[in-house]
């Protein structure tokens, strides 16, 4: 069984930086494509970046292009967001998925098997 569980959420300022961090288990995270979608109360669930199963090639959703930066960390077992010049809108819960046929299906949640419970990020000025 997969499991998928995030880390590394909190409040920053307006302008800061985060890093969020999601870690698989249960399979071989090389073989899995993965991405972070975000999700605001009443709004739907959004992709934010995603990432090829060897890191090869990444997507960005235009909301966080230049300010985002997805990557993975294998000597740590890890998949990486870092965000920088965060913004009020960035508050949101933001998932970590896993296991789409394409990791470019940032524009569609179900196209991904595995997720996280989420974790919080709250921008404020």
């Known amino acids: 069984q997969v499991h998928v569980l995030e880390s590394g959420g909190g409040s920053v300022q307006a302008g800061g930086s985060l890093t969020l961090s999601c870690a698989v288990s249960?399979?071989?995270?090389?073989?899995?494509?993965m991405a972070w979608f975000r999700q605001r109360p009443g709004e739907e669930r959004r992709g934010v970046a995603s990432?090829?199963?060897?890191?090869?090639?990444?997507w960005y959703a235009d909301s966080v292009k230049g300010r985002a930066e997805i990557s993975r960390r294998r000597y740590e077992n890890k998949m990486v967001l870092t965000m920088t010049n965060l913004n009020k809108d960035d508050t949101a819960r933001y998932y970590c998925?896993?296991?789409?046929?394409?990791?470019?299906?940032?524009?569609?949640?179900?196209?991904?098997?595995?997720w996280g419970q989420g974790t919080q990020v709250t921008v404020s000025s």
């Open positions: 249960g399979a071989d995270d090389d073989e899995l494509t």
């Open positions: 998925a896993a296991g789409a046929l394409w990791a470019q299906h940032l524009h569609d949640p179900s196209k991904w098997k595995f």
């Open positions: 990432i090829t199963e060897v890191g090869g090639a990444k």
